[in-house]
């Protein structure tokens, strides 16, 4: 017989950008092109956050390029003029 635990994540990631860059406006762009044609800029953000704690900051965010880490650009392009604060992968788990 398997064994089954339930687990509560909660967390927080913080996304710190400047919505008149040229990377960012593009980003958006790129975001309702590819992702959702009718897509906010909050949208865009919470696509980006659920691809950063899923799958980090090395990756490219399908349709919205790459992310800043704690101050440090990505060095692939295109940057999305999004940076990601150093605590992201803070987590807390509740055992349900």
């Not at 990377?23 to 950063?52: N, P, Q, R, S």
């Given at each position: 017989m398997n064994s089954r635990t339930e687990f509560e994540i909660t967390g927080y990631i913080?996304?710190?950008?400047?919505?008149?860059?040229?990377?960012?406006k593009e980003a958006l762009e790129g975001y309702k092109k590819c992702i959702d044609k009718t897509g906010t800029k909050e949208d865009m953000l919470k696509h980006t956050a659920f691809y950063v704690t899923r799958f980090g900051t090395d990756g490219m965010v399908e349709g919205v390029g790459y992310?800043?880490?704690?101050?440090?650009?990505?060095t692939e392009e295109p940057y999305s003029g999004i940076m990601v604060?150093?605590?992201y992968d803070?987590?807390?788990?509740n055992e349900r």
């Amino acid at each position: 017989m398997n064994s089954r635990t339930e687990f509560e994540i909660t967390g927080y990631i913080e996304l710190i950008y400047d919505e008149n860059s040229t990377e960012f406006k593009e980003a958006l762009e790129g975001y309702k092109k590819c992702i959702d044609k009718t897509g906010t800029k909050e949208d865009m953000l919470k696509h980006t956050a659920f691809y950063v704690t899923r799958f980090g900051t090395d990756g490219m965010v399908e349709g919205v390029g790459y992310v800043g880490y704690n101050g440090r650009k990505p060095t692939e392009e295109p940057y999305s003029g999004i940076m990601v604060s150093e605590d992201y992968d803070e987590f807390e788990f509740n055992e349900r």
